[in-house]
């Protein structure tokens, strides 16, 4: 009997961190809106960004023009992601939502990347793009599919996934975003681009191949 009770008071602590882990997300407001706001002298509120008092809240504080403005796909890759969130929209903080405009160039690729804080859900205005996520070990499964003009595609929070404009012609997206910073982590840029760099011994390990391939991609980053 002793030894149940102190089985059960040990595995109390795992319980309280699991049930925490269940329910982790962008918190909920306590109250109508929070516009975000960086000078600390005019704030009365504080849920997940320092807020202005409601009171002198105005019509800008909730509106961005910037999707309306083609994003500049001459780069390597052939895109460009022109985001709306809470650094673009003040009025998004507390509200757990957010938008982004991807362009592609023919044959331009959104490259594989992560949002580690939100479930994305895409939806194609222009043109035709392949696009896939990668489930989690141990399946590491792609689950892709083409889209066209008024499809919609879902990418789970946190997988691995990308698009590519697999047509002659730009094509164009919105990206909406369960979080009003849902941030992004591009996998080559992470992995070959990071500062300080990680160690040659570290990814020709992990990727099995020469150094001299390593040191290559990192001198792309």
Request: aromatic share 10%; glycine share 6%.
């Amino acid at each position: 009997m002793k030894k149940m009770v102190v089985n059960t008071l040990a595995s109390i602590p795992l319980l309280a961190m699991s049930f925490f882990l269940a329910f982790a997300s962008d918190p909920s407001p306590l109250q109508d809106f929070c516009v975000a706001v960086n000078d600390t002298k005019t704030t009365v509120f504080v849920n997940g960004k320092v807020c202005k008092d409601p009171k002198v809240a105005t019509p800008n504080d909730f509106f961005f023009s910037g999707l309306r403005v083609p994003g500049n796909t001459s780069n390597k890759v052939g895109s460009m992601v022109t985001p709306a969130n809470v650094a673009q929209i003040p009025g998004l903080n507390t509200l757990g939502i957010s938008l982004a405009r991807v362009d592609y160039a023919p044959y331009g690729l959104n490259p594989p990347h992560t949002h580690p804080r939100a479930t994305e859900i895409l939806t194609v205005l222009e043109g035709t793009l392949y696009v896939g996520f990668v489930t989690s070990n141990p399946d590491n499964r792609l689950i892709s599919k083409v889209l066209y003009k008024g499809d919609v595609f879902v990418f789970p929070e946190g997988l691995i996934h990308f698009q590519l404009n697999v047509g002659k012609t730009k094509a164009v997206a919105i990206a909406a975003l369960s979080s009003q910073n849902p941030g992004v982590i591009t996998i080559a840029n992470a992995v070959f681009g990071s500062k300080p760099a990680i160690s040659a011994d570290v990814l020709t390990k992990a990727f099995q191949v020469d150094k001299k391939v390593v040191d290559y991609l990192q001198s792309q980053f």
